[in-house]
C-alpha cells in the first residue's frame, strides 16, 4: 500500500530563518514518483517539483531544495532564507506506475516578518 | 486556456440529495482525479481514471461514483449526499506517465468546489 507521511503539521519561523519540510513515503513499487505542491491562501494548487525513483539527485531551484533519500524514504523540501510570501501549505505526494497518485496530510508554513 | 475547470464552485444541499460535479480539461489529458480536502486531513484521493471509459477507486471512494465517458469529463456524483460530505474538492488532470521520467503525472488542478450538505 501507498502512503505519504508529513509529520509536521505546522511550522513557524521568522523571516530569512531556513527550514526544512520533511516528507515520509511507503510504496511497495519499484518505479514511482515523488512531488511536491504549495497552496498559498488563495487555494490554489501550484506543483514545485517531481522526481522519479531511479534519480536520487538532488535539486536546487532558486531558494529551494529537495533531498530525496531511498535508503529513508525520505524527500524533504527546505526553504531557504524564508520569505513571508512561502507562507502556505506544502504537499508532498507519491505516483505509482498505474497512476494513482496519494497526498500527504500537508504542512502548514507560516513565515512571520 | 481554460486548463481545468470544475462546476460547481460552490453548492449547498441537504442530507440525501443528489448531485452531480464536473470536471472539463482541455489539455489532452489521459489521467484524472478527484480529491477532498478537509482541515487536517489534506488532500485524500476519492476516483481516479487513467484514460477514457476507465475509473478506479482512491483512498476513500464510499458515497462516491464517478464517470469517464469522454476523455475531456470526469463527473463526480453523489447519489445520497451526507454531512460527513461537506468538503472542498478538486479535480486535476495529467498527461499520465508518459514516456520515461519526463511525462511523469504532473498535475494541473482546478479551482475547487466548496460543497456544503447540512
Known amino acids: 500500500a501507498q502512503k505519504v507521511t508529513q509529520a509536521q503539521t505546522e511550522i513557524s519561523v521568522v523571516e530569512k530563518e531556513d527550514v526544512t519540510l520533511d516528507c515520509v513515503y511507503e510504496t511497495r513499487d519499484t518505479t514511482y514518483y515523488l512531488f511536491w505542491y504549495k497552496q498559498p491562501p488563495s487555494g490554489e494548487l501550484v506543483f514545485l517539483i517531481r522526481r522519479n525513483s531511479f534519480d536520487e539527485q538532488n535539486e536546487i531551484s532558486g531558494r529551494y531544495s529537495w533531498n530525496f533519500q531511498k535508503s529513508t524514504s525520505s524527500f524533504n523540501f527546505t526553504i531557504t532564507a524564508s520569505q513571508v510570501v512561502d507562507s502556505a501549505v506544502y504537499f508532498c505526494?507519491?505516483?505509482?506506475?498505474?497512476?494513482?497518485?496519494?497526498f500527504g496530510q500537508g504542512t502548514t508554513l507560516q513565515v512571520k516578518p | 486556456n481554460a486548463g481545468v475547470t470544475q462546476t460547481p464552485k460552490f453548492r449547498v444541499l441537504k442530507t440525501g440529495q443528489s448531485m452531480t460535479l464536473l470536471c472539463a480539461q482541455d489539455m489532452n489529458h489521459e489521467y484524472m482525479y478527484w480529491y477532498r480536502q478537509d482541515p487536517g486531513m489534506g488532500l485524500r484521493l476519492i476516483h481516479y481514471?487513467?484514460?477514457?471509459?476507465?475509473?478506479a477507486k482512491g483512498e476513500v471512494p464510499d458515497g462516491y461514483n464517478v464517470s469517464r465517458l469522454k476523455k475531456q469529463n470526469f463527473l463526480l456524483g453523489l447519489e445520497s449526499a451526507a454531512p460527513s460530505q461537506t468538503s472542498v474538492y478538486f479535480c486535476a488532470s495529467s498527461q499520465g506517465l508518459g514516456q520515461g521520467a519526463s511525462g511523469a503525472n504532473v498535475l494541473t488542478f482546478g479551482a475547487g468546489s466548496r460543497l456544503t450538505v447540512l
Open positions: 505526494a507519491l505516483s505509482s506506475n498505474t497512476g494513482k497518485l496519494i
Open positions: 481514471s487513467v484514460g477514457e471509459g476507465t475509473t
